[in-house]
């Protein structure tokens, strides 16, 4: 059964979604300040895993660490770190778009967070931002929801420390963005609002400027 992009969409309009790097400590500090229901397509992962199944979503459910004989998810190729993430971000997507419908019902306003099908999802979203994150102290570990990924490196015991490294630096080169001055292609190409931050702009300008954007200061909230 396909629905059409317009109910779908009609569905969706109280949904804000922000996608990019550094998403989801914009979105935090617009929770801070107006109390907006905050949607992670991170936190999301593990209920819609619980809900996969190899017939439709493939990708979801394959046995990495065995297919490649390691331990971690870090471990694995580059190359194929990158295909299985968007294979099961792709797989993925209608899962968390059943979700966002239910809890449009639920809250007035949603901010969105986290990878999605982009291309999927754009057609049928009303309010997106996209972050460009150019700081030079911009770490994507460095949050409570990722720091542990360093940690449990670092405490395996079948490891020497220069393999540890070795897998901390692979993970880091995996997670990193490739992104310029402009809009990535895509964004350019979807038409979405492309918003740049750097060392010389703060936490609060940048969430600021979004919310300008999505007029949250003109929202009447129920």
Same mark, same amino acid.
């Given at each position: ?12 309009? #109280?949904?804000?979604?922000?996608? @990019?790097? @550094?998403?989801?400590?914009?979105? #935090? ?28 979503? !493939? ?34 997507? !209608?899962?968390? &778009? ?6 449009? %019902? ?7 967070? @986290? ?13 997106? *931002? ?46 990193? !963005? ?12 979807? @038409?979405?609002?492309? &918003? ?6 703060? &936490? ?7 919310? %300008? ?6 929202? *009447?909230?129920?």
């Amino acid at each position: 059964m396909n629905i059409a992009d317009s109910i779908i969409n009609e569905k969706l309009k #109280n949904v804000y979604f922000i996608w @990019g790097s @550094g998403k989801t400590t914009i979105a #935090n500090r617009l929770k801070e300040k107006y109390g907006y229901y905050v949607y992670s397509t991170d936190e999301s992962r593990n209920r819609q895993m619980a809900l996969a199944n190899p017939v439709d979503q !493939p990708y979801m459910c394959r046995d990495y660490y065995k297919e490649y004989g390691v331990k971690s998810f870090w471990e694995l190729p580059k190359e194929v770190i990158a295909e299985r993430e968007k294979h099961f971000v792709e797989e993925m997507t !209608p899962m968390m &778009i059943a979700e966002l419908i239910q809890l449009s %019902a639920l809250h007035d306003v949603i901010i969105c967070e @986290g990878d999605m099908d982009y291309h999927a999802v754009a057609p049928v979203a009303t309010h997106v *931002v996209h972050l460009c994150n150019q700081s030079t102290t911009f770490d994507w570990f460095d949050r409570p929801d990722h720091e542990n990924i360093r940690d449990t490196v670092a405490k395996r015991t079948d490891l020497c420390d220069e393999e540890k490294q070795q897998i901390i630096e692979h993970a880091y080169e995996c997670v990193t !963005p490739d992104e310029s001055n402009t809009a990535t292609d895509w964004v350019t190409e979807l @038409g979405i609002k492309n &918003i740049v931050w750097n060392d010389q702009t703060s &936490i609060d300008m940048t969430a600021a400027e979004v919310a %300008a954007y999505f007029e949250f200061d003109k929202q *009447v909230v129920k």
